[in-house]
């Protein structure tokens, strides 16, 4: 993909691009367990085919997560086109993924889209970087992130767990750098696989955004799939046509068993499949193209509601629905059966006195004063199967925690003055009263 | 290791654990919550009104056996009657063996068995005939989807003989979790749109339909048959082996193994599919034929025996109907309903 980037910013184009991309890399060596030479060699070598690409780049280590701000889980509105001159996009990379990073036959130097859109792009040297990617992680976060990962059960989990702070770490990286797109490679056979997956791992009602062109959950950064027409033979064979250098990682299910993980089990599911029935991914394809990105009974017409804490969708727990209300309940009620995890050091809200002033006060005091069970409450159906296998919540980066605490002390306090609210509508102001 | 104390009664000795939650329950505890968990579906979903009389669409397996079993432990507090009907597809072999289970249950149970045949309502059209006319042709013979409609339909003209206002069926969380991967992987828009409920509320003059069992997983309904000791015929059909849906079933099957929770989460999944509308299904009309609820011209069980009565079974599969006699989607005006729905114009 960064190949035919770079391609349709060069001269000879003749529809030329009009965009100031980025390069972004992010190295989950530690994840994955690889050994640091391993993870320094691997750095090198795609340093060394970022610099012949010749865009901006960032390398940045999953070890950062531990570093990001509770800012990166909400959802910003989007800025209005034009603020910084430009319309930039960043472009990620995918060391899940063991192509394309595209050569030209011509061998041209890109000339990138230079006095089309200004603006010096913040380059890897900058000294006020603080991602400078000479900086490696230190040993603390590298343990702190290899003992997260240990501590998840099933390999399903942990892969969705990292695609979770993968998703974030590059958001911070696009927000911070003021890159407004995001491009990831994902090609038609692996959409199709994630769309079966993602339809196994219980998230059918975000497939849209999960498998669409673009995905504007996060609001200010617009995640965009420009590759998924294209099946993998076809990159397969445009990179080897074309001489494209490629790094190949080891990525976390690297020579596991096929049972090991759902992802695992679609992936070869599908492939067999595509030999028998030669038109399987092309037809989850065209199926996923007919997807909306509405809930399914047209319910939208309320405010939207509250967002799901790791994967930023529109939550789609619904205890009113009849259908699967016993199975909703059933991994709430395991997860409240869990080992009592430790009591909170500064309750969200201490059930002691200050009834007016305090957050929680009256006759309600906040129930949710387990900390795993507040922030399960807060996630969708998905993410919420997705916990059950990781027995604490501990590990986790920071930023997720402190989202989680601020979230439910928010909706505790607006529990709280709800009937002193003003409401705009009529009718809500009358039963405020009550 | 001494076993677990069932943890419901903690009186009883544990006999089993549950597949979903992993929870220990003797046997009168775990057919009690099931049968609880059967009340509340169909009470929250308002599915069987008190008053209805309904038929239970049964083929002699475990599943139309435990529901027929569970509804009728159910009938006085939900005030409903219930009636059977089973449907003969002329399939050797297999089907009779089923219905002789089918009477043995009618019989212990003492409820009204009607059994409506494939060749007294499809014009001498059996299974084994439908299979013997599409084989050959190279391509597989498909004949689960003639089998599918054709039972519907029968379903519904057997329910209408015994008088009846609902039919249920006896799918089970694992058919609908099969079901959603199965359309999937066929890219069968229409069909994801319509399914992932919990029934069909009965459009255009169709019997309501529903599925009680909907949330309870296969394993637990075999369960459930075990501790109650219902006598069931389990063998599977003949022409089970060639159906797509065995390619789902085994994706079903190593899921279930990675994930135990899986069947549900594709349940979960199913329900919220948001569909464009240009996918959905058009509103339904009636056939111009037999008058049955229809989306086009002529509904599918019309439509798949004219192919077969023309000696083109493949007509109606799949996106070429143009060789039928259609006029195209119904408009406003209603088309005239034709006379009674066995009469199927035979070449």
């Known amino acids: 993909m960064v190949w035919q980037v770079l391609e349709g910013l060069s001269r000879e184009s003749a529809k030329r691009l009009r965009f100031v991309p980025g390069i972004v890399c992010i190295d989950e060596g530690a994840a994955c367990g690889l050994s640091p030479e391993a993870r320094a060699k691997a750095l090198a070598e795609m340093k060394l085919i970022l610099q012949t690409v010749g865009f901006p780049w960032h390398v940045v280590a999953l070890e950062e997560v531990f570093d990001l701000p509770p800012s990166v889980l909400r959802c910003f509105a989007q800025e209005p086109v034009g603020t910084e001159g430009a319309y930039k996009a960043a472009v990620d990379s995918f060391l899940q993924q063991q192509h394309v990073l595209g050569a030209e036959g011509a061998g041209d130097s890109p000339s990138l889209a230079q006095g089309e859109e200004q603006l010096s792009w913040p380059c890897t040297q900058d000294p006020q970087n603080p991602q400078s990617p000479d900086r490696p992680p230190t040993a603390a976060q590298t343990e702190a992130l290899s003992r997260l990962f240990d501590s998840v059960k099933t390999l399903t989990a942990k892969e969705e767990l990292l695609q979770a702070l993968r998703t974030h770490l590059i958001l911070h990286v696009a927000r911070t750098h003021g890159y407004s797109k995001v491009m990831t490679g994902d090609s038609c056979t692996r959409l199709a696989i994630k769309l079966m997956t993602s339809l196994a791992l219980g998230r059918g009602a975000f497939l849209a955004w999960d498998t669409g062109f673009s995905d504007e959950r996060h609001g200010d950064v617009v995640v965009v799939r420009p590759m998924r027409e294209h099946t993998l033979k076809e990159v397969a064979f445009y990179n080897h046509l074309f001489a494209v250098p490629s790094v190949f990682t080891p990525a976390l299910d690297t020579k596991a068993p096929e049972k090991a993980s759902i992802h695992r089990l679609m992936e070869a599911f599908m492939l067999r499949l595509q030999d028998q029935f030669p038109s399987t991914v092309s037809t989850v394809y065209r199926t996923s193209e007919k997807l909306v990105k509405a809930p399914r009974d047209g319910c939208a017409a309320g405010p939207p509601g509250p967002r799901c804490l790791l994967c930023m969708c529109a939550l789609d727990i619904d205890t009113a629905d009849s259908a699967t209300a016993f199975g909703a309940q059933t991994p709430l009620h395991l997860s409240q059966t869990q080992p009592p995890t430790p009591p909170p050091t500064a309750p969200c809200c201490s059930a002691g006195m200050g009834r007016v002033q305090g957050c929680c006060g009256g006759a309600r005091p906040c129930e949710r004063e387990d900390p795993r069970a507040r922030v399960i409450e807060q996630l969708c159906y998905g993410c919420r199967v997705n916990m059950k296998d990781l027995p604490s919540l501990d590990p986790l980066p920071p930023y997720i925690l402190a989202e989680a605490r601020l979230r439910s002390q928010r909706a505790c306090i607006e529990q709280q003055i709800q009937e002193y609210l003003v409401e705009d509508s009529d009718d809500e102001a009358q039963t405020g009263e009550s | 290791m001494p076993a677990p104390q069932c943890a419901t009664c903690h009186k009883a000795r544990a006999a089993l654990r549950r597949p979903r939650s992993g929870r220990a329950l003797c046997g009168a505890c775990f057919c009690a919550a099931f049968e609880a968990e059967v009340l509340h579906t169909v009470v929250a979903g308002r599915l069987l009104p008190p008053g209805a009389v309904v038929a239970v669409g049964a083929s002699g397996g475990k599943d139309s056996t435990v529901l027929a079993h569970v509804l009728q432990v159910l ?6 009657s219930l009636r ?4 003969d597809e002329g399939i050797g072999g297999y089907r009779d063996a089923a219905l002789a289970a089918v009477r043995r249950q009618a019989a212990r149970w003492e409820l009204p068995l009607t059994v409506v045949a494939y060749a007294d309502l499809f014009g001498g059209w059996t299974m084994d005939a439908v299979a013997r006319s599409t084989a050959g042709s190279g391509r597989s013979r498909a004949c689960c989807t003639f089998c599918g409609v054709l039972r519907r339909r029968a379903l519904e003209e057997g329910a209408r003989l015994v008088g009846a206002t609902h039919i249920v069926t006896g799918h089970n969380a694992d058919d609908m979790a099969e079901t959603v991967l199965m359309n999937f992987l066929r890219g069968d828009a229409a069909r994801l749109a319509r399914g992932g409920g919990l029934g069909s509320p009965g459009e255009g003059g169709a019997l309501p339909r529903c599925r009680p069992l909907q949330l309870a997983s296969q394993k637990e309904v ?38 135990p929770s899986a069947v549900l989460d594709l349940v979960h999944s199913a329900e919220r599919l948001a569909l464009a509308p240009a ?9 111009s034929r037999c008058g049955a609820l229809a989306s086009r011209a002529l509904c599918q069980a019309c439509a798949l025996l004219d192919g077969l009565n023309r000696g083109r079974p493949r007509l109606a599969i799949g996106k070429g109907r143009r060789g039928l006699d259609e006029a195209g989607p119904p408009r406003d005006g209603e088309p005239e309903r034709a006379p009674a729905p066995d009469a199927v114009p035979a070449f």
């Open chain 2, 222 to 259: 075999v369960l459930y048959a075990h501790f109650r000791r219902l006598d069931y015929f389990s063998e599977e059909c003949v022409y089970a082996p060639e159906a797509f849906r065995g390619h789902a079933r085994h994706l079903l099957k190593l899921l279930e193994a990675a994930r």
């Open chain 2, 279 to 287: 996918a959905r299904p058009p509103a339904p009309g009636a056939c």
């Open chain 2, 84 to 87: 059977l009907v089973a449907v």
């Open chain 2, 75 to 80: 009938a006085p507090r939900l005030g409903i």
